[in-house]
């Protein structure tokens, strides 16, 4: 459960603070039984299913295909996810995937798309994912390889996508693809592809250290119809683009979310363990390692809320507040995870304690949806364009 003094803050309304408690206590009751680690991909069908029909996932879709709010509503999604995260980073994963699979076409779709995706996602019905990433093009997203042609009645995929959550058990993917109406970013679009396409195939499953559905794709003349292409020919990078500012800030509040759980454990493990006569709370190294740990924890909320905020209030652009969150938050909550280990000792390490689980779930965080170096550019660049903007403002 998430802090009742971040809850109390004024970015929130009594709607967000009220589906926050309701959503603790669902989940803290229904996730767990739902949830096997050694079973990845059964795990997020199940929470996918068990998150639609609760209506928890209507927080992914907009108003008009039966969401919550009129257009996505980030504070809505990151108090969601920083819930989950606290309970389950696999609860957390599947919930914000069907977010980030779906904005695409949710912010830049036709109308039949939209008919065709959100409602199915909405009832946990369909799993989406989100395809961007190539072996070749990380960070760099304007290098991106894969290919999209246009072919009577349609259009022909070649290329490899790796990195893609819910790869292998997704019912609609969104795909982009270098179509070539301009060199670098200016040269992209974004398809939607269903696991059925010919020349469509899952290369590989990969591992990591906090499984999850993860899985390189590969599209080898691989057909697509005309109405797979979503928005407009060469505008696939800003639409990424934009979906990631919704979805950065999302991230970040899930680390919090693993922060206070680690936060939590270590309270709680202060406060029972004995040593040299007394709990382990009343030494000072102890509560030296307590405070940092609120105060970057405390610092992170208020980043990832002054995001989503600005979002919700309809400011167009929060690339600069939304990395700045993401990077704060990752790192923070990364720092925290690993104090409360510290605190736990040989106990932390040991497979099994949620400390330890929280140690590797929170890894990944730093790394997906921009690193925290991209993360550094991205905030460099928003800066010295204000910085060249007040320069020019007093020479001209
Ligand atoms: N919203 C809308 N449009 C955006 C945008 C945003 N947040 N960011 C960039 N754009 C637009 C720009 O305005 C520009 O449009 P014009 O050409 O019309 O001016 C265009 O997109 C290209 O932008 P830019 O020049 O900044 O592109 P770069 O290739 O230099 O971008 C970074 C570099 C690092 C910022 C980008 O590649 C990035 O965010 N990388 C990380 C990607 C990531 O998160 N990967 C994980 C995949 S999902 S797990």
């Known amino acids: 459960m998430l802090p009742a003094d971040l809850l109390a803050l004024p970015f929130l309304e009594d709607r967000h603070r009220d589906h926050a408690v309701r959503l603790a206590d669902w989940a803290a009751r229904e996730v767990p039984p739902l949830v096997d680690h050694d ?20 927080a992914c879709v907009p108003g008009d295909q039966g969401g919550l709010t009129e257009s996505l509503d980030v504070r809505t999604l990151c108090l969601t996810r920083a819930t989950l995260a606290y309970v389950d980073g696999l609860a957390d994963f599947a919930f914000a995937m069907q977010g980030l699979g779906t904005g695409v076409i949710s912010l830049f779709g036709t109308a039949e798309q939209k008919a065709a995706a ?5 009832e946990g019905r369909a799993i989406a994912a989100f395809a961007l990433s190539e072996p070749d093009a990380g960070s760099d997203v304007a290098a991106l390889a894969t290919t999209a042609t246009p072919v009577d009645g349609g259009w022909r995929l070649d290329g490899t996508k790796t990195w893609i959550s819910n790869g292998g058990i997704a019912d609609r993917y969104v795909v982009f693809a270098r179509t070539g109406e301009a060199p670098g970013a200016r040269g992209i679009s974004a398809f939607i592809v269903t696991p059925d396409a010919p020349g469509f195939t899952i290369a590989e499953r990969i591992d990591v250290i906090a499984p999850h559905p993860l899985a390189t794709l590969r599209f080898d003349n691989c057909r697509l119809p005309s109405d797979a292409l979503v928005g407009r020919p060469g505008g696939g990078f800003a639409m990424a683009m934009a979906n990631l500012d919704i979805f950065r800030p999302t991230v970040a509040a899930a680390a919090l979310g693993m922060g206070y759980r680690a936060l939590d454990e270590a309270t709680r493990r202060a406060r029972g363990r004995h040593m040299f006569g007394a709990p382990l709370a009343d030494l000072q190294l102890t509560q030296a390692s307590l405070a940092d740990s609120v105060a ?4 992170a909320a208020l980043l990832v809320l002054r995001a989503a905020w600005a979002k919700d209030q309809g400011q167009p652009r929060i690339t600069k507040e939304a990395a700045i969150a993401k990077m704060v938050a990752t790192e923070n909550a990364q720092k925290v ?60």
């Open 337 to 396: 995870i690993d104090r409360a280990i510290q605190i736990f000792g040989g106990l932390g390490v040991k497979k099994g304690e949620k400390v330890e689980e929280l140690y590797r779930e929170i890894r990944a965080l730093r790394i997906y949806e921009g690193a925290t170096e991209v993360q550094k550019v991205v905030i460099a660049r928003a800066h010295l364009a204000a910085a060249e903007a007040a320069a020019s403002k007093v020479a001209g």
């Open 296 to 299: 970057d924890l405390e610092a």
């Open 118 to 122: 959100c409602p199915p996602v909405r």
């Open 39 to 58: 079973d990845v991909d059964g795990s997020c069908r199940r929470l996918v299913a068990a998150m639609g029909k609760a209506g928890w996932l209507k």
